[in-house]
């Protein structure tokens, strides 16, 4: 029955220099719909969060002791799984084509009558470059480019490398994988006929937080590359381009670059404070300690409530998926006066098709109670059913504030518990993660009540901590630590101008290697 498995494809496809965001749409696709990934090392670090749960992902890049799986035994690998009828992703570093052995791979499976087909990637000798600010061509400065691979066929006895012709090439020279050997491909080139002090520049770890750049000229880049400790993944640039990185850099500028911060917030609210502190240039840490669970509430009969109060984004979700839940839906809340706390509960509000009525300019319970004992309800409402009462529609065991506020205010209140939170586990990587950050950030009281329960808090010369807010600041400091800094506003935009301001203060700590 075997020879009748028509084989599956194999897609060879580049996965970018390292910057998630530099994945083409084609790989994201074929990641996310693959029965097998076989995978290098140096891939972005999100690169397989989109894979099926099922798939089986193979990292080829490294086995047991650390060493990589030869390539034959990597060639033999997509053979197996293709013939077994698979659909395989071959993903490599940057452009699969270029120094990624992608051609021999694919010449293997026409050999064997295998599909295949090729995703280009974003090379790190174009990236590498890009974001440190040197364009690897330029009208006025270079015509041209070439790739060249600084590290040679060990099997090969002399110099596989023309230096003499390379050194005639009339434009921008980008070496791949010559860390170790730039003492003697800068040698070898002004040896060859290109000035000494033809400005060069190294990339290490390009398009990634982990960016370090050194810019020297063909005669010193070796010292200073050492002095610096560059190390691999790097490439190097050879060109009057590479002097341009001092009008040009732009990656290292942003606020956060160099800072490394934990986001310990659940990971289903995480991942939109995690993309704004990165477009600000953070190295960001998702390590949730919390998450949260529905408790599948029943909604009452929403006509006698004047109220209808959520608290936070997950509130609003729950509130939408209780009413179809009973088969019922946003009508029910017509004549209700829906309140949310802030904007980014009003926001979750919306996406489900709920618009709040109120939403205080303070983001706390206390400020909402008082709102609501000032909102008159619609007349509907009080003239049916008496007193005019509150629906909460929250966290269990949330604060006590908003329904003492309430209540101060006259109203019934009914506080229906919608979702707990409990404890997402974190294991000892995480708690160094966390441990080896300049800020971890703290978005809500269960945030640092679970990350003492496991044991994580920083210590007093351990990552910054960053509260939102006044309560999550409370609960720290019953913990024992006060937090360094503290939102204005106790919202995200406002926890991020906090740690930005805060950045802006403090030296950045140099980390020596690679991410
Ligand atoms: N196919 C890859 C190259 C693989 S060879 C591509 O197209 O980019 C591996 C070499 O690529 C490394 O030794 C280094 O020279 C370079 N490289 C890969 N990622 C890099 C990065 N983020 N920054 C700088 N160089 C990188």
Known sequence: MTDEITPGTVHLVGAGPGDPGLMTARALELVATADVVLHDQLIPPTALDGARPDAELIDVGKRGGGKQVPQAETEALLVEHALAGRSVVRLKGGDPFVFGRGGEEAQRLRARGIPYEVVPGVTAGIAGPAYAGVPVTHREHAPGVAFVTGHEDPRKPESTIDWEGLARFPGTLVFYMGVRRLPRIAESLVAAGRPADEPVAVVQSGTTPGQRVVVGTLADIAARAEEA???????????????????????????????????????????????????????????????????????????????VAVTSPNGARELMAALLRSDRDGRDLYGTTLAAVGPGTARALRAVGLRPDVVPETFTGEALAALLGATQPSWSRTIEHGAPKALLFRAAAAGDALPDGLRAAGIEVTDLAAYETVAEPLGSDDLDAIAGCDYVTFTSASTARFLAEAGGLPGADGPRPVSIGPVTTEALVELGIAPAVEAEQANLDGLVDALVADAAERPVVARRGPF
């Open 229 to 307: 400790g560059i190390q691999a993944p790097a490439v190097t640039v050879v060109g009057s381009v590479a002097a341009l990185r001092e009008e040009l850099r732009w990656f290292e500028e942003r606020p956060l670059f160099g800072r490394r911060v934990a986001v310990t917030r659940a990971r289903a609210q995480a991942s939109g404070l995690a993309r704004r502190l990165r477009a600000l240039g953070a190295d960001v840490v998702e390590t949730p300690t919390i998450r949260t669970r529905s408790l599948e509430a029943q909604l009452p009969d929403l006509a006698p409530y004047a109220y």
